[in-house]
């Protein structure tokens, strides 16, 4: 039986066209969530995560809430009323919400996909690029699941200037998830220099709060980009696939089922059950 997600079980700003959905054939007790990039849609996304082809794993990819001048969504404000980048100042707080707004809206979606759909925090994954991947961290800081995938992200940069700096960068905070945190050195939309600072905030917080969960940084010769070169590939399934409940998992739990592993009693088996071996 196939796994399955319903438009009313999420919060109405991914009701309408908001998520894609895909689920293997069989148990799919993973739940692998992607968030895209600044002004794209979820599409590429799920099916970058079909074309990961991770065992036993069901993808849903959801859509940012806010749409960006006609060209595709953001999940917090990005531009000025001209169609200029918001410039990140000391006391201004858009993106700051924003951010907050996205990631409870993400996190009551997963919540959501536990309670109705059978799926376990511990078997649950997000995926995140640029402002999708700052949601990631964020949410992952916020919610115990299994893992955290944050390709090119970053912390704002309003949260580093001010008096009340770190309690903005990291309010809220109640989840020690295991992340990967990667960064393109030539990126040229997030600089390195500002994602390594994430990556210290992060594994700081994982040191002040006790989590015992180590916190993966990779650093890549590439720009803005998506996770595509072969190293970054199988740094993502090193740090996934021992996460990932497989199926194998999933029928030792039934004392009706018995792995058989012994060839020659595998073919009496079937010879007895009226199969040609």
Not at 149 to 171: D, H, M, R
């Amino acid at each position: 039986q196939m796994r399955f997600v319903q438009r009313n079980w999420f919060p109405k700003e991914f009701q309408n066209n908001g998520f894609r959905f895909h689920a293997p054939l069989g148990a799919g007790e993973n739940l692998l969530v992607l968030l895209h990039g600044l002004g794209d849609r979820p599409e590429p996304y799920l099916s970058f995560g079909q074309k990961l082809d991770l065992p036993n794993t069901c993808c849903l990819a959801l859509q940012a809430p806010d749409p960006v001048l006609d060209i595709g969504y953001s999940w917090y404000p990005s531009f000025e009323a001209d169609g200029e980048l918001i410039d990140p100042k000391a006391g201004d707080k858009r993106r700051i919400e924003g951010l907050e707004r996205t990631v409870r809206l993400v996190m009551e979606a997963i919540v959501s996909c536990w309670g109705r759909g059978g799926w376990l925090p511990d078997n649950t994954f997000v995926f995140g690029y640029s402002q999708g991947a700052t949601v990631a961290v964020k949410l992952g800081l916020q919610l115990k699941i299994g893992g955290t995938i944050a390709v090119s992200g970053s912390l704002l940069e309003e949260t580093l200037l001010g008096s009340k700096s770190n309690e903005e960068a990291t309010s809220n905070v109640k989840a020690g998830t295991p992340m990967l945190l990667t960064h393109g050195m030539r990126d040229d939309r997030i600089p390195i220099e500002l994602a390594r600072k994430l990556k210290d905030k992060v594994s700081v917080l994982g040191k002040t709060e006790g989590w015992d969960c180590p916190i993966v940084w990779k650093e890549y010769d590439k720009g803005a980009e998506m996770l595509r070169l072969k190293p970054e590939v199988d740094h993502f399934m090193e740090f996934i696939a021992p996460k990932l409940k497989s199926e194998s998992q999933s029928l030792a739990k039934h004392p009706d089922i018995v792995e058989i592993k012994d060839p020659n009693m595998l073919n009496q088996v079937l010879h007895d059950n009226g199969f040609r071996t």
